[in-house]
């Protein structure tokens, strides 16, 4: 009663996870007190859902386990959530105090074990605390670069009682960050109006931040080019005259100044190194987080601020100025239309491919639905093919580069979003990860269309099994695997397509019906995708 009050007094209303010893009396008392217990099928996929609530509403999802392997199931959740900078509270029950060191039932040193992936670790002592520690737990995991936080709650200290119920303390609101140094803000403005081939990185951090309508006003007002991250797509609409994505390899490679906003220069930005960046390009950084400042190559400017408060003061800065260098324009609009070429020629190819079969599926889907996409091929050509229009509205494998967040994704997000069409779009392999929450999805009757792109196969796929099982490559899924059929036992509908035909014809049925519905699209498992300039974790020659 005392966890489900103090979590109350910060707003919760949802908590997802799995019921069972010693969690079963707390579990209980949330569903008696009014917090929706979200019952998943692997603790894993509580955890993933439980950062994914933290991304969508700038406050901690609640993700509640059992002891031992309930408890490390959750750990990829945690990992998932630190690596995205997301808030999210795992509470996790434990064994007795009284029998720590004897082998007790699941004994573990759960506090220890969390600390790696966390902000703060803390295992409760006595009821007294609890208050404390859930509003501190708050605090912790949105304040600053947002992130996890562990609390572990014995046994024995879940079954105790105190004489009086302890004082809860009040709602915790997000605390701002710090506003750019105008000196810093002057530099970096002066920096952009001297630059020949400027670009602006627009990265999820930025919708985390709400700071979606300055991102715009920045970018409508000078007419520099913009390029999303993998989850920045939405911020501003990829239909932006603005949006250079078909030309990202030009942009990155060439650009002379950058300026970060809501990025990190990780793998997913290839470290800021050449050969994909220009050698002599001067970063602008602006980030929550101190340390992510010149990690990897020196900023020219390093901005410490919160980016809701920093982009109005570049907007402010380079108020009556615009971009007007046509000769990078030229050229990123002839890059622009070469890629866009390659990716219409594989549209148009005879075979049943990953870019027919998406372009038809986003023929169905609503322009403001949620999307959430994985699986690699699935994910790369769908950045592509399937573009996004609204912040905070495409979800997919983040930084972690984490399969199986789909469906625990859709099943927060609907649960957030009850208004919102939630359309995940996944490649055969990642679908396999959380396919069993399909039941999870059915049981609380959330709507959500689920689009599988099966080419029967980890990244490439095969045409068939031999028959020596010994000789199955390690690549190979099961051909005859009826995905579709999942859905429809645990009470969905199920759809397959074996051509653009058909898929078309299934799109129709599957958005016009409701609740949990699987689309099978069985896409030539040899189809590949346009050739890349450069391998997707391209680093230079290391130097011995």
């Known amino acids: 009663l005392i966890v489900a009050k103090a979590l109350q007094s910060q707003g919760v209303k949802k908590c997802y996870g799995i019921m069972g010893f010693p969690i079963i009396e707390m579990a209980m008392t949330f569903h008696q007190e009014g917090i929706q217990w979200i019952a998943f099928r692997n603790e894993q996929g509580a955890a993933y859902a439980a950062g994914i609530e933290g991304y969508l509403t700038q406050r901690p999802g609640i993700c509640a386990t059992v002891s031992g392997p309930g408890f490390t199931n959750a750990l990829s959740g945690l990992a998932n959530a630190r690596d995205n900078s997301w808030p999210m509270i795992l509470i996790s029950g434990s064994s007795e105090v009284a029998q720590l060191g004897r082998d007790a039932f699941q004994e573990f040193d759960q506090a220890e074990a969390a600390r790696e992936f966390v902000k703060w670790s803390i295992r409760v002592t006595c009821l007294d605390m609890i208050p404390r520690v859930i509003e501190r737990a708050f605090r912790i995991s949105m304040s600053g670069r947002p992130g996890p936080v562990y609390i572990d709650l014995p046994a024995d200290i879940l079954r105790a009682t105190i004489p009086e119920e302890p004082a809860y303390l009040p709602y915790f609101n997000k605390l701002l960050g710090p506003m750019g140094n105008p000196e810093c803000i002057k ?69 002379d100044v950058i300026l970060l906003l809501g990025a990190r220069l990780n793998w997913i930005l290839h470290f800021g190194l050449p050969p994909r960046f220009n050698p002599n390009v001067k970063f602008i950084q602006i980030n929550i987080d101190p340390h992510q400042l010149s990690n990897n190559v020196r900023d020219a400017v390093s901005i410490h601020a919160d980016l809701s408060l920093a982009i109005p003061q570049l907007v402010s800065g380079l108020s009556n100025w615009k971009f007007a260098n046509q000769e990078w324009w030229a050229k990123i609009n002839a890059s622009i239309k070469k890629n866009n070429q390659l990716s219409q020629d594989f549209t148009n190819a005879p075979e049943f491919n990953y870019y027919n079969s998406l372009n038809k599926v986003n023929e169905f889907i609503r322009k403001d639905a949620i999307l959430v996409i994985e699986g690699s091929n699935t994910m790369d050509i769908a950045r592509t093919v399937v573009p996004s229009y609204f912040p905070r509205a495409r979800l997919d494998a983040g930084s972690f580069g984490t399969m199986g967040v789909a469906i625990p994704a859709c099943i927060a997000a609907k649960a957030i979003n009850p208004d919102k069409e939630i359309v995940a779009i996944v490649g055969d392999s990642s679908f396999g990860f959380s396919a069993m929450e399909i039941e999870t999805a059915t049981r609380f009757k959330l709507d959500m269309l689920i689009v599988i792109i099966n080419n029967n196969g980890i990244a490439f796929g095969v045409d068939s099994l031999p028959e ?15 995905y579709e059929k999942l859905a429809e036992a645990f009470g969905g509908i199920g759809y397959r397509a074996k051509n653009l035909k058909e898929l078309g014809e299934v799109m129709k049925k599957a958005t016009e019906a409701k609740g949990v519905r699987v689309v099978n699209v069985c896409i030539d498992p040899n189809a590949g995708k346009k050739p890349q300039q450069h391998f997707w974790l391209t680093m230079p020659d290391p130097k011995l």
Request: glycine letters at 8%.
């Open 187 to 255: 530099e970096a403005i002066l920096l952009l109006k001297n630059a020949k081939n400027p670009l602006v990185i627009v990265g999820k951090g930025v919708a985390y931040a709400r700071a979606e309508a300055s991102v715009n006003e920045l970018i409508s007002n000078t007419g520099l080019p913009y390029l999303p991250t993998p989850m920045g797509k939405g911020i501003i609409s990829d239909s932006s005259e603005y949006c250079v994505s078909p030309a990202r390899s030009t942009v990155l490679g060439n650009a």
């Open 468 to 482: 020596d099982p010994k000789e199955i490559r390690p690549n190979a899924l099961n051909p005859a695997t009826q």
